[in-house]
Nanobody
Framework: QVQLVESGGGLVQPGGSLRLSCAASGSIFSINTMGWYRQAPGKERELVAVITGGGSTNYADSVKGRFTISRDNTKNTVYLQANSLQPDDTAVYYC???????????????WGQGTQVTVSS
């Protein structure tokens, strides 16, 4: 059974930083794209950042220059370094991975359970 387990959320003051981690485990053949979404109270879930298997990245305009996504393929882990955090960044952050269970299977998106990030003084 595949699981994505997130860590690193918490309470931080405006201008502070956090590093989120998301590790995929289970019987996995390969992982393609990994990324992060977030959902603030009363708002729809929005894409924050993605990283392909080859390391190409893309970011939401609202986080460009402040957030950095990276991955360690040896650990099946994706990271989100969030700097210069602002109250508008407060949300539940969800990681995802597009992965393949076997060489012949179709890609399936799996989700983490979510981790709360609160930016407040």
């Amino acid at each position: 059974q595949v699981q994505l387990v997130e860590s690193g959320g918490g309470l931080v003051q405006p201008g502070g930083s956090l590093r989120l981690s998301c590790a995929a485990s289970g019987s996995i053949f390969s992982i393609n794209t990994m990324g992060w979404y977030r959902q603030a109270p009363g708002k729809e879930r929005e894409l924050v950042a993605v990283i392909t298997g080859g390391g190409s990245t893309n970011y939401a305009d609202s986080v460009k220059g402040r957030f950095t996504i990276s991955r360690d393929n040896t650990k099946n882990t994706v990271y989100l370094q969030a700097n210069s955090l602002q109250p508008d960044d407060t949300a539940v952050y969800y990681c995802y991975a597009l992965l393949y269970l076997t060489r012949y299977s179709s890609g399936t998106r799996y989700w983490g359970q979510g981790t709360q990030v609160t930016v407040s003084s």
